[in-house]
């Protein structure tokens, strides 16, 4: 990619690595320098939390309204009814009214931390619901004025759909409405707001295009699609997936401290190019700290740590996550990454015993292994020597990280999830 932009924002897409496709980089990056853009993406209410692998979306959003433009956060109170086929095996559990209410509830949660929601300003962003528009449709009206608009033939040939028929795999008719409902989605906030552009990961482009013709044949207006890379770690993880789970957004599913150590975890091979993303540091300063060496590039680990979990629970939250973090490795003669389990507190009810919690953590393989590795003295909890295997421990007990140490150089963590 040679074009070269004059707007702020899609210099900082460029530059920062969020770009990974644009239906008309020059119109896009005309209209962006021609005065304010809405711009949207779309949450399916599918949890009640979103994880990190949304975050490279709600950074965007975020760097939008820095470069001077309107987001739009569009909860999908209607599509979360029918379920985004793209790239699943199966069809999506189907949610009631309730459920997805409280799962938009928890949702919109986070939005604040990373974007302003000022009415009385000109890129003060909006936080829409599309059953605003989606619930009260009617049928037949929809079928002849939108319906016709789209070719099967067409519709069958996307990525996130063929592959599904290719492997015999169902796709309801619900799931197969999916594209259209999210197509005019983008009618609607181009017709209601003036939403020029839509942004989504790069399994979104089919949907992000056929909105994008439909407000071309409907309305006849021109608007745009800037999609984001699916991020992989280093080591081809999926963003955000982790052995304990989804590392999500909400505290309520995940202490501030877990989500500091989860960024602290970074390989070295990803702490430059996540600084990009996931921070607001100079891109120099993110190269410079990315391509440190040795010992030096856990500090920008914690950097790393620290920016992220400032933007999200703030900077009180991050120093304290990184104050434990130093009394727990440094104090305990730990050096590096240290495994974490997080248990839920729901599985500690009635409490949890270490020999539980040693095989669980994986210091021991099984029950018998690890009740003889406490009873020979060869464990400490929070580095004193603990031998009794049935010691039970409480969701209070767990407030603080509870560190486990098996011999010298073996050590894991166990938080509250």
């Avoid at 020999?355 to 004193?384: F, H, P, W, Y």
Wanted: hydrophobic share 40%; charged share 25%; with cysteine.
């Amino acid at each position: 990619m040679t074009y070269h932009p004059k707007s702020d924002f899609m210099n900082v897409m460029m530059q920062r690595g969020f770009l990974a496709d644009c239906t008309d980089y020059q119109g896009l990056d005309e209209e962006l320098s021609k005065g304010v853009v809405p711009g949207y993406i779309g949450f399916d209410a599918t949890a009640s939390s979103l994880h990190v692998g949304s975050l490279i979306q709600i950074m965007t959003l975020r760097w939008l309204q820095k470069t001077g433009h309107k987001p739009i956060t569009l909860m999908g109170g209607g599509t979360t009814k029918v379920g985004d086929p793209s790239f699943r095996a199966d069809e999506r559990p189907l949610l009631t009214d309730d459920k997805i209410n409280e799962n938009i509830a928890g949702i919109k949660k986070v939005f604040s931390a990373y974007i302003d929601y000022d009415d009385t300003t000109p890129n003060g962003a909006l936080m829409l619901n599309n059953a605003e528009w989606l619930d009260g449709l009617n049928y037949l009206e929809f079928l002849r004025d939108i319906g016709r608009h789209f070719s099967v033939n067409r519709m069958l040939s996307f990525e996130s759909v063929k592959s599904r028929l290719d492997r015999e795999q169902s796709l309801s008719f619900l799931e197969f409405n999916y594209m259209i409902l999210q197509a005019y989605d983008f009618l609607e906030l181009n017709r209601r707001y003036g939403c020029l552009v839509q942004f989504g990961g790069s399994d979104q482009w089919g949907n992000i295009v056929n909105g994008i013709d439909l407000t071309r044949r409907v309305l006849d207006h021109q608007i745009f699609g800037l999609t984001t890379p699916l991020l992989t770690t280093s080591d081809g993880k999926k963003m955000g997936k982790t052995q304990n789970g989804a590392i999500w957004l909400n505290e309520d599913l995940l202490s501030a401290y877990e989500f500091w150590q989860f960024w602290r975890n970074t390989t070295d091979a990803d702490t430059g190019r996540f600084l990009k993303l996931y921070t607001e540091l100079p891109v120099e300063e993110c190269e410079r700290l990315g391509a440190l060496g040795g010992s030096e590039i856990n500090e920008a680990k914690i950097i790393l740590a620290n920016e992220v979990t400032a933007l999200l629970h703030g900077a009180e939250a991050a120093k304290a996550a990184e104050a434990t973090a130093r009394e727990v490795f440094e104090k305990g003669g730990v050096g590096d990454d240290l495994p974490t389990l997080s248990i839920p507190a729901a599985e500690v009810t009635d409490g949890i015993s270490l020999a539980q919690l040693v095989v669980r953590s994986g210091l021991a393989k099984t029950g018998k292994e690890g009740k003889r590795l406490i009873g020979d003295g060869g464990l400490k909890v929070n580095d004193e020597t603990c031998t009794d295997a049935g010691r039970m421990f409480s969701a209070a007990d767990l407030g603080e990280p509870l560190k486990l140490s098996a011999g010298k150089k073996r050590h894991a963590l166990v938080t509250l999830g």
